[in-house]
């Protein structure tokens, strides 16, 4: 190991860390000496394989040449700045930032009322199932507040056993009636073979229920369970069903005449007497529903 204190101009001297063994600082300038020479050589042979090119290129040009270039190339003029402004290359474009918006708020729940397709022109058979659909439902949230309130048990019996005659009137009409009818105009069977199901199901717990006492622990339960039974019945039939039933060609304003003919059947006499003609038309054009109106009376 040298001594750091050595004449000027020494290797030892010329080292920037003075820490620095003189045997690592004396190979690191040995290895970048080599890595110069290397570059040198290198530019060299590219200087002297251009200048190759150009004597060969000379060599093979016409002898009127010269002239060629003149007339053939002719010296571009300088661009004007205006000019340097239009061929620029165009500025890179700042990256967009995505602003996430407002989140939508969710759609509505499916219910009969959001779900009730619109009323043709004149009314037909869906229109009338429609308007049952509409009138249980109403009657299925008025018993729910009689419910909440604990009101008494007579009260909560008779609207119960209200919406078990409507209920057991509008299923006996669609299955002998219209599913048949859907099931000839070649509607999905399988649509209409799930609508039997969930028939039966409902038909169980409405025996459960006439045959129940309101003052039991799961009489309410099983009233609120009919419900949502028959809401999801009727959302399938108003959102799958009806629409194809409507495009199908089904006459379906005569298969109402007929279905609200069975329907009538029944009603006892004196409640079809008692009704009148009022329960026909609402004044624009279609039924309230027969059943609703008939068998809230009794």
């Given at each position: 190991m040298a001594d750091d204190k050595t004449k000027r101009g020494s290797p030892d001297s010329k080292r920037l860390n003075k820490s620095e063994p003189y045997e690592v600082a004396y190979a690191k300038s040995k290895r970048a000496k080599a890595a110069a020479s290397k570059t040198a050589k290198k530019s060299?042979?590219?200087?002297?394989?251009?200048?190759?090119?150009?004597?060969a290129s000379s060599r093979a040009a016409p002898a009127a040449g010269s002239r060629a270039r003149k007339t053939s190339t002719p010296r571009a003029k300088s661009a004007s700045p205006a000019m340097k402004r239009t061929?620029?290359?165009?500025?890179?474009?700042?990256?967009?930032?995505?602003?996430?918006?407002?989140?939508?708020?969710?759609?509505?729940?499916?219910?009969?009322?959001?779900?009730?397709?619109?009323?043709m022109r004149e009314a037909d058979a869906v229109d009338l199932l429609t308007d049952d659909h509409l009138e249980v439902g109403?009657?299925?949230k008025q018993y729910e507040k009689l419910a909440k309130k604990e009101a008494p048990a007579d009260q909560r019996r008779t609207?119960?056993?209200?919406?078990?005659?409507?209920?057991?009137?509008?299923?006996?009409?669609?299955?002998?009636?219209?599913?048949?009818?859907?099931?000839?105009?070649?509607?999905?069977?399988?649509?209409?073979d799930e609508a039997d199901i969930e028939?039966?199901?409902?038909k169980e717990l409405i025996?459960?229920?006439?045959?129940?006492n309101p003052d039991d622990d799961h009489y309410d339960a099983k009233v609120k369970v009919l419900g949502e039974y028959i809401t999801h019945h009727v959302v399938e039939e108003?959102?799958?069903?009806?629409?194809?039933?409507?495009?199908?060609?089904?006459?379906?304003?005569?298969?109402?005449?007929?279905?609200?003919?069975?329907?009538?059947?029944f009603v006892p006499e004196r409640d079809v007497q008692a009704s009148g003609s009022e329960t026909m038309d609402d004044g624009k054009g279609k039924s309230t529903g027969i059943l609703a109106s008939l068998f809230s009376k009794a």
């Open positions: 060299a042979k590219k200087s002297a394989k251009k200048a190759t090119t150009r004597s061929n620029a290359a165009p500025a890179r474009k700042q990256a967009r930032t995505t602003m996430r918006g407002t989140p939508k708020p969710p759609k509505a729940e499916k219910t009969a009322e959001n779900t009730a397709p619109k009323t109403a009657l299925f609207l119960a056993q209200t919406i078990c005659d409507m209920l057991k009137a509008h299923t006996t009409v669609e299955e002998e009636i219209f599913y048949p009818a859907a099931r000839r105009a070649g509607i999905d069977a399988d649509l209409l028939h039966a199901s409902a025996a459960q229920i006439e045959g129940g108003h959102t799958e069903m009806f629409p194809k039933c409507r495009r199908s060609g089904m006459d379906l304003v005569g298969l109402r005449s007929e279905m609200e003919a069975r329907k009538m059947s």
